[in-house]
């Protein structure tokens, strides 16, 4: 049998995700349940697509439900600047663009708790791939989907 993915995640990722996994568990599984029986209460299921749109919404949450199981049983919970001379999974990394010097900050997590519009990074992401085990003041060229951009490390936390 293959090993299991392991999933790098912070402490507050993997909390959010069992916050998830039991609002899905307690409350939407019953809400879903709940439409199930209205819909069939419709009559004829074969053209019935309240029920159909239901047992589709049912087979969504189950999913997740068993996705989100998988990804906390097998969470690597990591610490925030572990290796602070560098960067590393858990890492804030300040980097300014060159050469217009739009600075931007990123942490660097895992896949899991990947959000680039709060400012975190998977530690997958083209930048992030570059940027780990960099220091501060290294210039990096990181290989983007738009193409090639220089950065400079501003500071590691």
Not at 93 to 110: A, K, N, Q, S
Request: glycine share 8%.
């Amino acid at each position: 049998m293959a090993a299991e993915k392991v999933f790098p995640m912070t402490q507050a990722g993997k909390e959010k995700l069992e916050q998830e996994l039991e609002q899905l568990k307690t409350v939407k599984r019953k809400e879903v349940v709940e439409r199930i029986k209205i819909a069939r209460s419709f009559g004829d299921l074969s053209e019935n697509s309240e029920y159909d749109s239901a047992k589709e919404e049912q087979a969504f949450v189950e999913g997740r439900i068993t996705t989100l199981e998988n990804m906390i049983r097998n969470a690597k919970i990591i610490e925030g600047g572990e290796l602070a001379d560098s960067v590393s999974l858990g890492s804030s990394v300040t980097f300014v663009e060159l050469p217009d010097g739009e600075e931007e900050t990123y942490t660097i997590v895992g896949s899991a708790e990947a959000d680039p519009f709060e400012g975190k990074i998977s530690n997958d992401s083209p930048i992030a791939k570059s940027l780990i085990g960099r220091k501060v003041g290294e210039q990096v060229t990181v290989q983007t989907p738009g193409g090639e951009m220089s950065v400079r490390i501003v500071s590691i936390k």
